[in-house]
């Protein structure tokens, strides 16, 4: 109980911190956990950062409970938001920006992993292919999360520019979780296979299908069911239920559970909004202020910066995955004869990795696949670019510059 309460008070307090100084509350978030870690406390007094989390024994145990529930609802609210903003106005910039900001990423990632020598940071369960396809994805990854609450914070998630870039982030998110569940079944299997690939992509396309297409017709369909008594009884629990049930459903599949819950907030999100509104809106507060600081934090509490932290891999790889996706959008987008403003705002808002490069950090170092110091490096690269997008679209207002301008023809 106090490793939970030192947890939840490091978090918001830091959090609370980090947004009065206008910055991202994850960032504040995950520098609770690091303060309460070995990076820190640690250092100060071994003897009772041993003592408030040991690494073995019940304590251990009840920690990575609800470090994985935290994952899982962190995930299954991000997909209320992304049913919110979806759009089909300006699919043109959504089809140019999603390839930009994906396709050269994820090569110009795979291909630097040799290049620069990374598959000596590969983790105790080391698969060459799995790895590649790790480093690929951190490298195009965009939060949704981070983005969208940057842009609610600023007042601007209403507008264009908003829609397009959270439009993006879904469309990639989902290309990008994909392939993630791919790697994971390849580290599991051990062996390159190519059966392996099919089943894992076509059961994961087919899973998302159909969810999306059949989930909400028979939610609606459940919800009007006389029996159905956990409905009756809490709302609340009936849709956390549901988010439970997906994430089983994907395991079952060899799918992520974390991606399940993702799937699971999309099917929700498309509930009649006067009966589950208030339900989703009371999950989210729940989610965002219990289960998902306590996981940010438990991220911190993870890093060891004395022990894993490499700084010449840190800087390498920020430089290097943002100039790579920055680059890469900014050329897509000048192009189409977007002005230099507008390119450069939608390239540094798609640099954002936030929270799906941190569960990507995440799940990739808990299944072996990356070592510790680069899971250090992809945390902290994902809260640098997070910390980095606040700054510039608060200056960007603060300025009365816009943040897109139709391009000229």
């Known amino acids: ?124 369960r080391p698969h060459n292919t799995a790895f590649h396809m790790v480093i690929a ?46 790697a994971l079944a390849l580290a599991e299997e051990g062996v390159m296979n190519l059966d392996t690939l099919v089943y894992t992509a076509s059961t994961t396309l087919a899973f998302i299908g159909i969810s999306l297409w059949l989930g909400p017709g028979l939610l609606r369909i459940l919800n009007g069911l006389r029996f159905n008594l956990v409905l009756k009884a809490s709302r609340s629990g009936y849709l956390i239920a549901i988010c439970f049930l997906f994430a089983g459903i994907g395991s079952f599949l060899d799918i992520n559970a974390v991606f399940g819950a993702l799937v699971a907030g999309i099917v929700v999100g498309r509930l009649p909004e006067e009966q589950f509104g208030s339900v989703r809106q009371g999950i989210s507060d729940l989610a965002l202020g219990f289960f998902v600081p306590i996981y940010f934090a438990l991220v911190g509490l993870k890093i060891d910066l004395p022990s894993h932290f490499d700084a010449t891999l840190f800087l390498g790889f920020l430089v290097l995955s943002s100039t790579l996706q920055i680059g890469s959008v900014i050329t897509a987008t000048r192009l189409a004869r977007y002005d230099w403003l507008s390119s450069l705002n939608l390239a540094i808002a798609m640099n954002t990795r936030g929270g799906p490069g941190i569960v990507l950090a995440s799940v990739a170092y808990e299944f072996g696949l990356v070592d510790s110091a680069l899971f250090v490096t992809l945390v902290l690269t994902a809260i640098v670019t997070s910390i980095a997008a606040g700054a510039w679209f608060r200056l960007v207002l603060e300025r009365s510059y816009p943040l897109l301008v139709k391009p000229t023809r």
Request: aromatic share 10%; glycine share 12%; net charge negative.
């Open 1 to 124: 109980m106090f490793a939970l309460v030192s947890l939840i008070g490091a978090a918001h307090g830091f959090g609370y911190a980090f947004e009065r100084f206008r910055l991202p509350r994850v960032g504040g978030e995950i520098l609770g956990g690091l303060l309460l870690g070995p990076s820190v406390l640690g250092v100060i007094a071994p003897g009772a950062q041993e003592a408030l989390f040991p690494a073995a024994g019940p304590n251990g145990a009840g920690l990575s409970v609800l470090y994985w529930l935290g994952l899982i609802m962190l995930m299954f609210v991000s997909g209320f938001r992304i049913q919110r903003t979806l759009s089909k106005d300006e699919s043109s910039v959504i089809g140019l920006v999603l390839v930009s900001a994906t396709a050269l990423p994820l090569l110009a990632g795979w291909y630097a992993v040799d290049v620069f020598g990374l598959t000596e940071h590969m983790g105790f």
């Open 137 to 182: 994805i951190a490298v195009a990854v965009t939060s949704i999360p981070v983005i969208s609450r940057i842009f609610m914070d600023l007042g601007i998630l209403d507008t264009q520019f908003a829609r397009i870039v959270l439009a993006v982030s879904m469309l990639q998110d989902i290309l990008l979780w994909i392939g993630l569940s791919m």
